[in-house]
């Protein structure tokens, strides 16, 4: 963990309570004060808001006010998923100038509707509901609805071992030369040969050797409370029904050694199956997990959907317990900092430094597939490997007890621009992740971590909603990746 602090605090300024300006004449003498013209007193803002989170003037003056809508068609392609279509679409309420909190949130409320399928079998569909500042209060109500279904869920093994370099024989076969440190396109490309099982056995695949079927349906509910402006305490609770099934006997196709024709062959036993049986893993049969969640935080970013300074420290507990249904019983803990920087606010006042380094530990009964799910004060994020937490590898590529990641992105604003009643800004980023997994907390070091780096590019529409577009690159694969959000 040494490592992710040092180089996180490289950029860590030293007041970590951002001053409040109460009044333009706090410090002139009474003198000056009494001969100043009387002037209208500002607008009261409500106590919990801290002045860091106003706008500047000119996204001030940029905001919509009532509703509207931000809608855009997904497509995308991804070697675990396949190539998808679907749909996301954003109904916001952003009240009036006159509300105290107009020019601190991003919006009263909004509504997310989205789904999307591929041609490998993903589905995504969801509902969700955020109202920060409720009323008015320094409360703010969060909720999702959802279902997923994954026919190719990876699964590369638990802990350490999941970190192992790929390697893998000629065309699949037991006597053929062996490549380490491959890459994945090889690698998937040699397993897509079937092979025997021994002398006069059946020919077999092992095409789907790290996969296996993953299906939830889910609802989230969370309260959250801002107090003495900067710090926030949160709880909630999630529901969820887990289906698992694997692929062990089913039949695919398998290319023949020889001629590299495929034939239709039944699937050898899958990764998950093995280290089942060695007692390495729980969970093959899926069942209820049923989640509390708590938190606190201390957080002074300035705009939370596209923040330009402040940071965010945090700390986590998951609780899955039988008492609440659960089939299950184990505890995640998480703490996570994020930091965003300005470095020279006059020259470049678009130009952030963003960095985020986040550790976990879960312990208790855990099925495999909840070590992949992390969930913070800002929602959900999968570990290890993906999207938002280590792009240019697989999604679910290391997973166990223990992970550790860290993120660091130059976001340039590079200009702006309006399209009929809407206002865009684009960002280039460049980024770079590292982590990794440990099967013990006292295991953490300095050494073993995979790394990644890549440029991005960000389109900020009507200053709410964040498209990510990002183009990776690690040891095992070159990925690029679009998405909704910031990836921190």
């Known amino acids: ?16 309570f951002p001053q409040t300006q109460t009044g333009q004449n706090q410090n002139k003498p009474k003198s000056e004060v009494n001969s100043q013209p009387q002037v209208a007193p500002k607008q009261e803002i409500p106590s919990w808001l801290g002045e860091f989170k106003k706008l500047d003037e000119a996204e001030l003056a940029e905001k919509k006010e009532g509703w509207y809508l931000t809608g855009l068609p997904l497509f995308g392609e991804d070697p675990v998923a396949g190539r ?15 509300s105290p909190s107009f020019a601190y949130a991003p919006y009263e409320y909004l509504f997310t509707v989205s789904s999307y399928r591929t041609n490998r079998g993903t589905q995504n569909t969801a509902f969700a509901w955020d109202a920060p500042y409720f009323l008015d209060s320094p409360y703010r109500l969060r909720g999702l609805v959802g279902h997923d279904v994954s ?7 638990f802990g350490s071992q999941s970190l192992q370099p790929l390697s893998y024989q000629s065309r699949n076969q037991p006597e053929g030369q062996v490549f380490r440190n491959a890459r994945y396109p090889d690698y998937e490309s040699a397993n897509a040969f079937g092979t025997n099982r021994g002398p006069g056995r059946e020919f077999v695949s092992t095409s789907r050797y790290h996969e296996y079927y993953f299906e939830t349906t889910y609802s989230q509910f969370f309260v959250d409370k801002t107090i003495y402006k900067v710090f926030r305490i949160w709880g909630g609770t999630e529901l969820s029904k887990n289906v698992v099934r694997r692929w062990d006997g089913t039949w695919t196709s398998a290319r023949e050694p020889l001629t590299g ?29 049923n989640y509390a969640r708590g938190g606190i935080a201390y957080d002074t ?6 923040p330009d300074s402040g940071m965010l420290i945090e700390y986590t507990i998951n609780r899955a317990d039988s008492r609440i ?66 792009r240019g590898y697989r999604q679910e590529r290391f997973m166990g007890p223990v992970t550790g990641f860290y993120n660091i992105e130059f976001r340039m604003r590079m200009g702006s621009f309006h ?25 953490i070091n300095t050494q073993g971590y995979l790394y990644s780096h890549g440029l991005g590019l960000r389109l900020v529409w009507d200053q709410a909603t964040v498209i990510q577009m990002d ?11 679009l998405d909704i959000g910031h990836v921190f």
Not at 151 to 157: E, I, M, P, R, V
Not at 278 to 288: P, R, T, V, W
Not at 367 to 379: K, S
Not at 419 to 426: A, I
Request: proline fraction near 5%; charged fraction near 20%.
């Open 151 to 157: 026919l190719n869920s990876q699964y590369f093994g």
């Open 471 to 481: 183009w990776a690159v690690s040891r095992e694969e070159r990925l690029f990746y």
């Open 261 to 289: 024709i495929s034939f239709p062959a039944p699937e050898n036993t899958t990764k998950v199956t093995e280290d089942s049986k060695n007692e390495k893993i729980i969970g093959l049969e899926g069942g209820y997990l």
């Open 325 to 390: 249904g659960s089939d299950y019983n184990y505890t995640r803990h998480t703490g996570q900092f994020k930091h965003f920087y300005q470095p020279f606010p006059k020259l470049f006042e678009e130009f952030v430094i963003a960095q985020r380094v986040l550790l976990t530990k879960v312990e208790g009964q855990v099925p495999f597939f909840e070590y992949r799910y992390l969930y913070t004060i800002d929602g959900y994020i999968n570990a290890l490997g993906g999207s938002n937490s280590l």
């Open 1 to 16: 963990m040494s490592f992710f602090l040092c180089s996180y605090f490289l950029f860590l300024p030293l007041d970590l």
């Open 84 to 98: 998808g279509l679907g749909a996301i679409g954003n109904l916001f309420y952003n009240g009036t100038k006159e």
């Open 301 to 306: 970013r300035d705009y939370e959907p596209d």
């Open 419 to 443: 399209l009929g009643s809407n206002f865009f800004q684009v960002s280039v980023v460049p980024f770079f992740d590292t982590g990794r997994v440990w099967d013990k907390l006292r295991q």
